[in-house]
């Protein structure tokens, strides 16, 4: 199972290096050609729809390594078993919210899967079922660090 998780993170990190890596270069493809008068219309769709992705997968990457922004001045000051407690209710609370995201983000894809993009026969659903996906991968990860702090709990660790 462990094999499993390391390859699915290392799929998603490679995966959204590769993307970003792509944006990067069509971006700049894109404004070269603009400059010499031949725009390439269609790059703003591709590179709009492929950063919505990286946005998604590098937030549940930031997650999984804590990387977000957090005020924890006043939340070291309590003790460490009030400290637990109001990780659990923070972690319930990004559950519930995670969960909400993706019941109406499978939603708004579906709506969405009839339109299509501006200059490429794409449904725009390709853009908007991104949000769903990678809060279900920030729902995964939320499951794994509530496993380890009650693993820590067990094993006599704040």
Avoid: C
Avoid at 88 to 114: C, E, K, P, R, T
């Amino acid at each position: 199972m462990k094999k499993l998780i390391r390859f699915g993170i290392w799929l998603e990190e490679t995966s959204s290096q590769i993307l970003l890596g792509f944006v990067v270069v069509l971006v700049f493809i894109a404004a070269l050609t603009r400059y010499l008068g031949t725009p390439i219309n269609w790059s703003v769709d591709i590179a709009q729809g492929i950063f919505v992705w990286v946005i998604y997968l590098g937030a549940n990457q930031a997650w999984r390594k804590n990387r977000h922004i957090g005020i924890d001045m006043l939340f070291y000051r309590f003790h460490p078993s009030v400290q637990k407690i109001l990780t659990l209710l923070i972690y319930g609370i990004i559950l519930v919210f995670l969960s909400m995201i993706i019941v109406n983000g499978i939603h708004i894809a579906i709506v969405n899967a009839g339109r299509i993009m501006n200059d490429i026969p794409i449904s725009y659903s390709f853009v908007t079922i991104a949000v769903p996906a990678g809060s279900f991968l920030m729902l995964l990860t939320t499951v794994e660090k509530l496993v380890a702090l009650f693993r820590r709990s067990s094993d006599g660790k704040s």
